[in-house]
């Protein structure tokens, strides 16, 4: 009798990463086959870990790159993204550009709230968003293993949780961007301008021209913009991501 043993190799994932494996394989080491013409980076994604999601790899103690082919018997060990996680930027540039996926609308609405150029719309598809960020170098946030799988794509990332706050909180911590609140249309993400009270009193109604301050003017779209003097639901949105970013640039965690 013939026994064939198939050759074999044993990755050892980051915790980080095991939501990502199907939930009757979630195990921190897997063992796969290994048939030394697969790269690196295939058989981590074959696990189902999208390979944006991965961090450093190492086979056999040594840094290694997604493309390199490990041999029968190797010792691979996969970390998560370092956080906060360098995303290259433009000269002039001091916070990332993001492209959100057409379900995480509201996310997109906070990210614009605290000053993040952030491109959404409902109606992209796929193979647009990933045109997106490419030519416009933004970072393509979704919660679509299959679209952080596409190889022309630049820079990806899952964004985890499913309330529109826990989101939030998933990408400040994971990037440290610069903020600027208030200085963005929530609407379409165009520029704030300052606007002179007087000069648009006639458009508000009277309880709005008492109580509050107009503070910008959409330079996309028109949209006018006005703040309370008491904290609002907006107000501690933007107090809980100012106080966050202050832990994450402290750290460490
Ligand atoms: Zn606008």
Request: aromatic share 4%; glycine share 8%.
């Amino acid at each position: 009798m013939l026994i064939v043993v198939e050759p074999e190799l044993t990755i050892r994932l980051a915790d980080e990463l095991l939501m990502f494996l199907p939930a009757t394989r979630r195990a921190s080491v897997s063992r796969v086959a290994c048939d030394g013409t697969s790269t690196l980076g295939h058989l981590v994604e074959s696990l189902g870990v999208p390979l944006p999601e991965a961090g450093p790899m190492t086979v056999g103690g040594e840094p290694a790159d997604p493309s390199m082919r490990p041999a029968t018997g190797a010792d691979v060990r996969v970390e998560a993204v370092p956080r906060p996680q360098p995303v290259p930027l433009e000269p002039g540039q001091d916070a990332p550009r993001f492209v959100l996926d057409v379900h995480l609308g509201t996310l997109a609405r906070r990210m614009r709230l605290l000053g993040l150029d952030t491109a959404y719309h409902n109606d992209m598809d796929d193979p647009a968003l990933v045109v997106q960020a490419n030519e416009e170098g933004r970072v393509l946030l979704t919660q679509d293993r299959g679209l952080l799988r596409r190889r022309a794509l630049w820079f990806g990332a899952y964004v985890r949780g499913s309330r529109p706050d826990d989101q939030l909180r998933d990408v400040l911590d994971r990037f440290a961007p610069v903020l600027r609140p208030w200085t963005r249309c929530t609407a379409c993400n165009g520029e704030l301008v300052p606007v002179d009270k007087q000069e648009i009193e006639d458009h508000l109604e009277a309880g709005t021209r008492r109580s509050y301050d107009v503070y910008g003017r959409c330079a996309n779209c028109g949209q006018l913009y006005w703040r309370g003097a008491h904290g609002g639901h907006l107000e501690r949105i933007v107090e809980d991501a100012t106080r966050l970013l202050q832990s994450v640039q402290e750290g460490p965690r």
